[in-house]
Each structure stands twice: as structure tokens, then as C-alpha cells.
């Protein structure tokens, strides 16, 4: 008998279409005819619009100067923004007394730090804090009156800090609102209080923001009695905080249907009344769940807060369209807005990056 | 032992003011009398107000003559018209933009979606790319862009980028043919209907059939023969009932032939990017929620690639889809308000913007405004309500 001893070859090495880089373009880009001619096109029309654009923005672009003389390339000038820049960032707040935003900003910037750490322990009364207290600190102090600083009125507010003005308050204010709204839409044993929050609520998610800025800014005054007027800002951040708040009840009522029937249960057995029992337990495990979707109307907030400059406030935009009127600086538009889109982006985008990292640190305990 | 429960066993009936039933009616009626008074109060000073600066009252204002002209209008009108039919002008400018905008918005979106899940790594890419960066753009800020920085910089009518010699596109629009049509063109219009009608109960028969015989008909391509084929047949025996008449060019801008805005267009484009992220974002999510086993099965089963699609993902992932693109088509109604920034003569532009400069009544006119944006919102919900429920899953 022949026997036939087998030897174990050594591994070949994996076909060379099928690895590094080769691989990963057959696999990626060229897996068939279709997918080929979809990776050519798109790479052509990429190769079409992307070259023109970076030495727009950035090789043949003008960074330094004074004036529109300095812009001497064929790109973009971005002595524009630069020139400008103090008054996109404050509006016309005067120079000398501009350490009060930064001051205001700055302070804000460090409360919010030990909201971050973990091991800070008086997280809920610092937030408290801020939410509550430190508005009205902010604009004591940018008002000037209540300090016994220069009184900067209202109408000299503008830029980006007005934007973020605008945008937090609102956002705050229509918090409290926002869950008193959704708790009485779940009132079903109180159907009154029920209808009339959802009348509020889908009324005010029906009509655009740009009526509702209108209304406050028309037809406010006709509501008032005589003699108690509010500035246009006022105005404007009440509308905003009726609009907003609408929106907010909606995302508090999403956190509390995720509530497991069992909490309420657990609560009532223990004897809590209503409002021990939303305080207590149900309302710190929904607002909560419910940290995402508040970035995401705030962020949605921001992107409106332009919307004011139809009714006369100077926020970034407006501050932008302000800056474009400027007989020195006719046909910049273009410099103007990608600047803009450019900030918003920044804050818009990494707001949203923020909420979806909290999304999947919070995610512990609801899913079922 | 008694049957008797002892007395301090039995919970008592609770004092009236801590009875949840006497509780709930007192808050109701306090609820109640804070709306009334309040409203009560803003009406009151409101009046006030409105005599003390001498305007008046009344819906009266509307049959008055307007004496502005606006710039586009789908019906017709000039400044001897009444400002009630500014308000009609303004929304039927309002539902062009919108219509437009959700037609182009869904497409976009639809692509882009499904763009964002492609196995190619460089469409997914761009796709994400384009959605990651006009999402978070504000809308008012890209309607600006389109319209002051790229609109006003389209070349003027005389150097007009022209496709064919019957597209131009110019800074003072888009100019394209209009069709223009003739005696016998309401026989092309009744073949379609019919057209469209047969289609409707050969598709019931269809699936009739296949219920009962379990025999397929090619559904697809009858009805594109019938709806196709018989507008045709009538087009050519009503004699080529039709003609375009295109754009030409006099003096300095064009004239003739369908023009569309500068304003429309840019308002349009800004929408439609705009909102395309947002519902590519939707569709992205509702292919993601069909679970894979539902491919495989689907596979297992032997279905082909194209009936996979059509039978199998796109019924179960329009349901996840559907209620997000609803608000997001409410969404874009809202918005298209922003033309008022613009000066595309929609609603709030014509009527709350120059009519109510013009007669001063803000109340009737901000009033009638929401109405018209809260009513557009509660039809496009109740029409998407009951597609939803008609797509929905029935189970047992």
C-alpha cells in the first residue's frame, strides 16, 4: 500500500485585489459598473467645486488690511469680516464698555465648567443658578441701571452676543412654561385644563415664528394698558418664549410617556401627592430622558433667532446685512454670509454633536 | 369575629378639599375664570388702545381698494383691486412656494437618504457631508445667499445663461416656454382623467386577482401604456392642440413664455436644501428601522432585488418615515414665510406686511394671517393622518 504523507503548504497571502488599499477601493468605491460610475461622476463634480472653492476661501484671499483697498486678489476678502468683527461680536454696544459682555460671557463660561465634572456635588443648585438667578444678574449688567453702570439701552445690543442672548433666554424662560404645558396635557382626569393646553400648544406650533414676531411686535402694545410699554427686545424674547415653549412642552411630554407606568404607581403607593410625585420621581427621570431633544429645539432656537432681524434687532445676521448696506463695503455679501454660516455651523453642529453624546451616556435604564 | 370591618380599617371619605374629584373641578373652574379674565382684560385694553389711536375696527377694510401692485400673482390683479384679494394673492403665492418646496424637498431628501446608507463610500460621504452642513445653517441665512450673493450676481438679461435658446436664467429670473393651449386641449385634459380613472380600477382588479388566482398582472406597464397612450391618441386626432411660446428677448429683460422670480427662485432653492437634510435624515432613519431579517427572509423567500424594495423595505420603512415628514412638510409651510425677508410677495409680505402698514389694522390681519398658517397646518396633518393610517400595520 502507497501511502502518501501530506504536507501543510504555508498560508498563501490573501489575493491582492482583496487587501490594503486596492482592496478597500474595490470594496468601497469600485464594487460594481454602477457603483463605478457613481464614484467618476461624484468625483468629477467634487473636483469640479472644490479646487475653485478652497482658493477662493483660502489660497488667492485677502486676511489683512483696513480698508477695501487691501482686498488686491480674486478671492475672497476677508478684510470685511476682520474690519468689521467687533460689531458682528457686540453690536453696537460702545467699545469702552464692552468688557461686560465679555465679562458676563466669561463668568457663564466658568459656572458651566463644574456642570461637567462628575464629582462636583451641588450640580442641581449651581444649574439652578444659572438658569434662575444668573439671567438677571446678566442683564443688570449689560443694562447698566441696576449696577449704577452707563445705562446701554436695548436697542445698542447686537452680534453674536444678542444671538446667544435671544436664544438662552428664550430657551430658559420657556423651560418652567414649557413643563407646566406638557403636565396639564397629560391631565386626562382634568379635561379642561387638558383642552386648554392643547389648544396653547398647537397653536403656537402652527404659526410661524415670523407672525409670532409680528404679533409681539405690532400687536403687543395693543394689549398692554397704556403707559406699561416693553423695547423691542422685550418684545421679541416674550414671543419667542410663547413659541418656544410650546415646542418644549412637546419634548417634556415625549420624556414623560417614557415613564414606566410603574413609577406612578410606586409613587402613589408610597402616598406622595401630585405634586411631590412629579417633583420627586417622575419629573428628575423624564427631564432627564429628555436632555437631547432640549439641545436639539435649542439649537433650532438659535438657527430662528435670525428671523429678528425682520423685526428690527441687530443679531448676527442682522449685524451682517447692517454691515453690507455700508457704501464702503457694497458687494461682500458673499464673505458676509459664509462667515455667518460659518459661526452658526460651529455652534449648531457641536451643540448637536453634545446632544447625541449625552443621548448614548443617558441611555441606562428606560429602554425596555 | 364580625364580617363588620373595624372603623379604622375603612378608609373615610376624604374632606372635600382633599377629594381628587372636588379638587379637579375647583382648579377647572379657576382655570377657567384666570382664561376668561385674562382674555377679557387683553380685549379690553386692546379696544382701548385702538380708539385711543384712532384705528378702526372691523373686517370692513378688505373690500377697500388697494392701490400697491406686487410683483407676481397667480390670479389676476392690479392696484385697483380690493385688500381682500391681496390676501388671495398672497396665499395662493404662499401654496406655489410651498408646493414647490415639499415637490423638491422630498426628492432631495429621498436621494440623499438613501445616498447617506449607499455601500459607496464617496457618495455616503458627500451625502453626509451636505446634510451635516445645511442642517445646521440657518434657513433665513441661505435664502440671503441665494438671493444676495448669488441671484443679483447672475449675468444681466442681455448675457443670460441660456439652455437651448429656450431656458434663460438671468438676474432677473428663470425664464422658460409657457404652453399655450388651443381649441381641442380639453379632449387631451378629459383622456387623461379617464386615463387616470382606469388605472384606478384596473389596479383594484389587479390586486383582486391576485388575491383570488394568485396570477400577476403587469400593472406598471399598463398603466403607464394607459396613461401615456390615450392622452396621446386624443392629442394627435385633436390636430397638435398645442404650442409654447417662449422667452424673448426686448428691450431690457425678456418677455413672453413662464418666468419665474428671482425671489421664487432663491426661496425655493433655500427650502428645498433647507428641508431636504432634515427629511434625508427622516428617510435615512426609516430604511435603518427595517431589521435586516426582513431582507433575508425576503431573500430566502426568492423575491428579486427590485420586488425586495417594492414589497418587502420601502412599505415597512414608509411607516417609520411618514410622521416626521409630515411635520417636516409643516415645517417648510412655516418657513416659506420667510419670504417676507426677500420681497416675495407671499402672505405675511403682501398682507401682513403691506396691508397692514397701509390700513393699520393689526388685529383682523395677524389674526387672519395665523388662521391661514394654522389651517394649512391642520389639513396638511389630517391628509398625512390618514395615509398614516392607511399605511399602517394591521395586526391582529
Same mark, same amino acid.
Given at each position: ?13 490573501? +489575493?491582492?485585489?482583496?487587501? #490594503? ?71 453696537? *454696544? ?8 465679555? =465679562? ?89 385644563? &387638558? ?78 401627592? *401630585? ?8 419629573? +428628575? ?6 436632555? +437631547? ?9 438659535? &438657527? ?8 428690527? $434687532? ?55 | ?39 377679557? *382684560? ?95 445653517? +440657518? ?111 426686448? #428691450? ?8 419665474? $422670480? ?40 426568492? =423575491? ?6 417594492? =414589497? ?30 426677500? #420681497? ?8 401682513? #406686511? ?43
Amino acid at each position: 500500500m502507497d501511502t502518501k504523507q501530506f504536507e501543510r503548504g504555508p498560508d498563501l497571502p490573501p +489575493p491582492i485585489t482583496e487587501i #490594503g488599499a486596492i482592496g478597500w477601493l474595490r470594496r468601497n468605491l469600485f464594487s460594481s459598473w454602477l457603483n463605478s460610475l457613481l464614484t467618476v461622476v461624484v468625483a468629477y463634480l467634487l473636483w469640479l467645486m472644490l479646487p475653485p472653492l478652497i482658493d477662493w476661501a483660502l489660497i488667492s484671499s485677502d486676511w489683512t488690511g483696513t480698508s477695501r483697498e487691501d482686498c488686491t486678489s480674486d478671492g475672497a476678502c476677508w478684510v470685511f469680516v476682520s474690519v468689521r468683527f467687533n460689531q458682528f461680536m457686540y453690536g453696537f *454696544y460702545p467699545e469702552a464698555q464692552q468688557w461686560r459682555i465679555d =465679562l458676563i460671557y466669561g463668568t457663564l463660561f466658568l459656572l458651566m465648567i463644574p456642570l461637567f465634572l462628575k464629582a462636583f456635588p451641588w450640580k442641581t443648585w449651581l444649574g439652578g443658578f444659572i438658569i434662575f438667578v444668573y439671567p438677571f444678574i446678566a442683564y443688570g449688567f449689560l443694562d447698566g441701571a441696576w449696577f449704577g453702570f452707563e445705562v446701554i439701552e436695548t436697542t445698542k445690543w447686537g452680534g453674536l452676543s444678542l444671538t446667544l442672548i435671544l436664544a438662552g433666554i428664550g430657551c430658559v424662560a420657556a423651560l418652567p412654561l414649557g413643563i407646566l404645558l406638557a403636565l396639564g396635557r397629560r391631565a386626562t382626569d382634568m379635561p379642561i385644563v &387638558k383642552a386648554v393646553c392643547v389648544v396653547f400648544i398647537e397653536f403656537w406650533r402652527g404659526v410661524p415664528l415670523i407672525t409670532v414676531l409680528f404679533m409681539s411686535s405690532v400687536m403687543l402694545p395693543l394689549f398692554l394698558p397704556e403707559g406699561v410699554t416693553f423695547d423691542k427686545l422685550m418684545r421679541a424674547l416674550i414671543g419667542i418664549t410663547l413659541f418656544q415653549s410650546a415646542y418644549m412642552a412637546e419634548v417634556v411630554r415625549g420624556g414623560l410617556q417614557a415613564i414606566p407606568k410603574g413609577q406612578y404607581e410606586a409613587a402613589d403607593a408610597l402616598g406622595l401627592g *401630585y405634586w411631590k410625585k412629579t417633583a420627586l420621581i417622575i419629573m +428628575p427621570q423624564a427631564l432627564k430622558i429628555v436632555i +437631547p431633544g432640549i439641545v436639539n429645539t435649542f439649537i433650532a432656537l438659535i &438657527k430662528d433667532t435670525t428671523l429678528v432681524l425682520i423685526i428690527g $434687532l441687530f443679531e448676527l445676521l442682522g449685524m451682517i446685512q447692517n454691515a453690507l448696506n455700508d457704501p464702503n463695503w457694497l458687494g461682500f455679501s458673499t464673505e458676509g454670509y459664509a462667515f455667518t454660516a460659518m459661526v452658526f455651523w460651529i455652534i449648531c453642529f457641536s451643540l448637536s454633536r453634545y446632544s447625541m453624546h449625552i443621548e448614548r451616556k443617558l441611555h441606562t435604564g428606560h429602554k425596555r | 369575629m364580625s364580617d363588620q370591618p373595624s372603623d379604622a380599617m375603612t378608609p373615610g371619605k376624604p374632606a372635600p378639599w382633599n377629594d381628587p374629584k372636588i379638587r379637579a373641578i375647583v382648579f377647572q373652574a379657576l382655570l377657567v375664570g384666570a382664561v376668561v379674565m385674562f382674555g377679557f *382684560y387683553l380685549i379690553n385694553n386692546t379696544l382701548y388702545n385702538m380708539e385711543q389711536r384712532g384705528i378702526s375696527t372691523g373686517f370692513s377694510f378688505l373690500e377697500k381698494e388697494s392701490g400697491f401692485g406686487v410683483t407676481q400673482s397667480l390670479i389676476e390683479y392690479d392696484e385697483t383691486h380690493s385688500y381682500g384679494r391681496t390676501f388671495f394673492v398672497g396665499l395662493l403665492n404662499t401654496v406655489l412656494v410651498s408646493v414647490l418646496g415639499i415637490f423638491f424637498a422630498t426628492l432631495l431628501g429621498f436621494v440623499m437618504g438613501v445616498a447617506r446608507l449607499s455601500k459607496n463610500w464617496l457618495v455616503a460621504r458627500v451625502a453626509t457631508a451636505y446634510i451635516e452642513i445645511f442642517r445646521n445653517i +440657518p434657513l433665513l441665512l441661505q435664502i440671503f445667499f441665494w438671493y444676495f450673493a448669488v441671484g443679483i450676481n447672475f449675468p444681466r438679461p442681455r448675457e443670460s445663461l441660456a439652455l437651448g435658446e429656450v431656458f434663460f436664467l438671468n438676474n432677473r429670473g428663470l425664464f422658460m416656454p409657457r404652453p399655450v393651449t388651443e381649441d381641442g386641449f380639453g379632449l387631451v385634459v378629459a383622456a387623461l382623467i379617464i386615463a387616470i380613472v382606469a388605472v384606478f380600477f384596473m389596479v383594484r382588479w389587479a390586486h383582486r386577482r391576485q388575491d383570488a388566482t394568485g396570477q400577476p398582472f403587469h400593472t406598471v406597464w399598463a398603466s403607464l401604456g394607459l396613461l401615456v397612450g390615450l392622452p396621446l391618441v386624443a392629442f394627435l386626432a385633436a390636430g397638435n392642440p398645442l404650442t409654447w411660446e417662449y422667452p424673448e428677448l426686448r #428691450g431690457f429683460n425678456f418677455k413672453g413664455g413662464l418666468s419665474v $422670480l428671482p425671489e421664487l427662485f432663491a426661496l425655493t432653492l433655500a427650502l428645498t436644501v433647507y428641508t431636504g437634510t432634515f427629511i434625508a435624515e427622516t428617510v435615512r432613519a426609516g430604511i435603518q428601522s427595517v431589521s435586516h431579517g426582513q431582507t433575508e427572509a425576503a431573500r430566502a423567500l426568492g =423575491l428579486r432585488e427590485s420586488k425586495l424594495l417594492q =414589497l418587502i423595505i420601502i412599505p415597512q420603512a414608509m411607516r417609520v418615515i411618514i410622521p416626521p415628514l409630515t411635520s417636516q412638510y409643516l415645517n417648510l409651510t412655516k418657513n416659506s414665510s420667510l419670504a417676507a425677508a426677500i #420681497g416675495y410677495p407671499d402672505l405675511v409680505a403682501v398682507f401682513a #406686511g403691506t396691508t397692514l402698514n397701509q390700513t393699520g389694522q393689526a388685529v383682523e390681519i395677524i389674526a387672519m394671517t395665523m388662521a391661514v398658517y394654522l389651517s394649512l397646518s391642520l389639513t396638511i396633518s389630517l391628509f398625512m393622518n390618514w395615509y398614516n393610517a392607511k399605511m399602517a400595520l394591521r395586526e391582529r
